[in-house]
């Protein structure tokens, strides 16, 4: 069978895909250019939109640009091409982080879970920052989640109940850090965006959850202390379930492949009409992000997510496929 045309309204499916993905703060860190002689999408990293104090060596902005690189992919076989990644295939380019091959057609089984369900899941995923109802996830939607996370070589680790309560001390821990730092409150504000703005980037006022009364689950605060407006107060789960996504690795290509076990994970968890929100506030700590991998030598921590049932997270912005090269 011949393999399709890459043509532009297959471009533009590949892209809308491609920014959907989740980014920290919604900066979306990434650009995109087309190889029509490889038949190559290039994606490379967005420097203009930093986050020095947040994010110093742009790790969450490579777990940002590999979430992406897994959409493409997802598209891509949806189109009916086998795509071949690449991940940072060029030592004079350090922006160039990934190039998706758009080879054909997809011969057998596909590696992924289910091309059409995630391929659906894209568009229905949102972060949920909201309360959720406390209804447990069954075992093997949790294993599925594991095991997608282990197909892209990550790991993910649901823990027990006391692992789970120190976890989320950390990342409380970490969020009263950066309450108090000037710098970095100042920073996140910058990227919350009042309704009605045009703006295809930050993280909009209605994207907002509360904040949990019984102080269990530490929602970031991207509003700061006052005269800012402040969130509401409601009684979130009592038995939080969380996942750690970490690597043995700490590498640039390792973030990489974070990123794409995290979009993965993300995805499988949509498609079971679980809902998740992640939690990153630890990562930002050098000592704290250590602390969260325990007593494991070979464990570096990506990303908590905080996962299970209730309402669908608001719609964030995306950049345009036009906008986004």
Do not use: K
Not at 12 to 20: E, G, I, P, Y
Not at 49 to 56: E, I, K, Q, S
């Amino acid at each position: 069978m011949q393999s399709r045309e890459v043509d532009a309204p297959a471009v533009q499916t590949l892209l809308a895909a491609a920014v959907a993905a989740p980014s920290i703060h919604n900066t979306q860190p990434w650009r995109f250019g087309l190889d029509p002689d490889s038949r190559s999408i290039l994606v490379r990293v967005d420097r203009r939109r930093p986050l020095p104090m947040t994010d110093p060596q742009a790790r969450a902005q490579y777990l940002s640009v590999g979430a992406a690189v897994f959409n493409l992919r997802v598209a891509a076989e949806h189109l009916g091409w086998e795509p071949l990644v690449r991940l940072r295939p060029a030592e004079d380019d350090p922006d160039l982080l990934a190039t998706v091959q758009l080879t054909g057609p997809v011969a057998g089984p596909s590696a992924l879970r289910d091309p059409r369900e995630l391929y659906g899941a894209i568009e229905r995923r949102r972060t949920s920052r909201m309360p959720f109802t406390g209804r447990t996830v069954p075992d093997p939607v949790v294993m599925e989640m594991t095991g997608a996370a282990r197909a892209e070589g990550a790991h993910l680790d649901v823990p027990d109940i006391v692992t789970t309560r120190r976890l989320l001390r950390l990342t409380a821990a970490a969020e009263s850090r950066n309450a108090v730092h000037p710098a970095r409150t100042a920073e996140v504000r910058t990227w919350l965006t009042a309704p009605g703005t045009a703006a295809p980037y930050g993280v909009p006022l209605t994207a907002l959850g509360p904040r949990d009364a019984s102080g269990r689950v530490p929602v970031r605060d991207f509003t700061g202390a006052p005269p800012a407006p402040q969130l509401p107060t409601l009684r979130f789960e009592r038995h939080v379930q969380l996942a750690l996504l970490w690597t043995n690795h700490d590498r640039r290509e390792d973030w990489l492949r974070a990123g794409q076990a995290l979009e993965r994970v993300l995805l499988t968890a949509t498609a079971h009409g679980v809902r998740t929100s992640m939690l990153h506030q630890a990562m930002e700590w050098p000592d704290l992000r250590q602390a969260m991998a325990g007593s494991r030598r070979r464990c570096h921590p990506q990303l908590l997510i905080r996962f299970g049932y209730g309402p669908d997270g608001a719609r964030t912005p995306r950049a345009t496929a036009d906008e986004a090269p």
